[in-house]
């Protein structure tokens, strides 16, 4: 299958795998892209900017097609040394660049220069076209069903994702609630030119985390995601535990009260105990609706291969019967 993401990023299939705080790491990102999606290390997994040198190098040991480096750009008091993390992109040969967050600006002169493909994660048309503006190269089109940051215009993809079509020149990808061909099809009838998974490469062989958060992914239905930190427009999607429970608790008692500070316990740093450690209860992660559509643990070759034999099935049968 072949559309303008495909060949922008000279993949084989037009699936990507999203950045995923400590589940982006190299066997995850190098299986993805063996199977003809492209794989992507998650930059700030990596706690210095050399960490991230090895780790590239690493999945280059395993595969020998193309990755990238998601970049996300967090609100923070302190932030991480990017002008550093930029340089190991480049010097480790990435060619393709997934950012997040706040605007990448600051860094696009030096990607570009470098000839590296961007991709920005938008939630809103708005965003998508300053995206399109200071010069990234494609979109992923974030709908209000992912997993992790949704925004807070809470517009699913059945409207965006045709919104974006409408007002946007360059490429865009569908992201949130992508799970299968389908999903897939689905994106391609509503003007995107591939989609991006993050939930359903997490119940994956390959995917680097504790066998507790696949089978978590696997028992969960549509129903089993909550929204926190709404009251602090920093909205997040994660899969129910008692960590959000006692999140959300304190958001209805404390009101416009809620600090940061008072949900540094469920937030915090809780990610090696979960993904790592096996912690189901140790904070507060992540994890799409999607969830509601995984029923299995594939290989990235067995999800990506059955992806695409659905929806050419679909394309080529049920559309083809239809036509008469």
């Known amino acids: 299958m ?14 990507i795998q999203g950045g995923m705080h400590y589940v982006g790491f190299a066997e995850l990102a190098a299986a993805v892209s063996n199977a003809g999606g492209l794989g992507i290390i998650t930059g700030l997994t990596q706690k210095t900017a050399a960490e991230l040198g090895n780790e590239i190098a690493r999945c280059k040991d395993m ?24 340089k190991e992109i480049i010097k480790g ?23 590296i493909k961007v991709i ?21 089109v974030d709908g209000f069903e992912c997993g992790g940051h949704p925004g807070e215009d809470d517009i699913p993809n059945m409207i965006l994702l045709p919104r974006a079509a409408d007002e946007l020149e360059i490429p865009f990808v569908s992201s949130g609630g992508q799970v299968d061909g389908r999903s897939l099809v689905a994106s391609l009838a509503m003007g995107a030119e591939g989609m991006n998974m993050g939930t359903r490469f997490i119940a994956t062989q390959e995917a680097p985390v504790h066998i507790n958060v696949k089978n978590a992914i696997v028992a969960a239905s549509e129903l089993d995601t909550r929204l926190v930190m709404r009251p602090l427009r920093n909205t997040e999607r994660v899969l129910a535990n008692a960590s959000s429970d006692r999140l959300l608790d304190k958001e ?25 450690d096996g912690e189901m209860d140790a904070g507060v992660w992540s994890c799409g609706m999607a969830a509601g559509l ?16 659905e929806a050419e099935d679909i394309i080529k049968q049920r559309f083809d019967s239809m036509a008469g």
């Open 2 to 15: 072949k559309t303008a993401i495909t060949k922008m990023f000279d993949i084989k299939y037009p699936i």
């Open 120 to 140: 920005h994660k938008c939630t809103s048309v708005r965003h998508a076209l300053k995206a399109q503006e200071i010069g990234c190269d494609a979109v992923s």
């Open 63 to 86: 595969t020998d097609k193309p990755i990238g480096v998601n970049l996300t750009f967090l609100p923070t008091l302190s932030p991480p040394d990017y002008p550093a993390y930029v």
């Open 252 to 276: 209805k008692t404390l009101g416009a009260d809620l600090k940061f500070e008072d949900i540094v316990e469920e937030v915090a740093g809780v990610y090696p105990k979960i993904m790592i």
């Open 93 to 115: 040969g990435i060619k393709v660049v997934e950012t997040a967050g706040r605007n990448p600006s600051q860094v696009m002169p030096h990607l570009k220069d470098a000839g």
């Open 294 to 309: 995984i029923n299995d643990i594939p290989t990235c070759k067995e999800l990506i291969d059955r992806i695409m034999r």
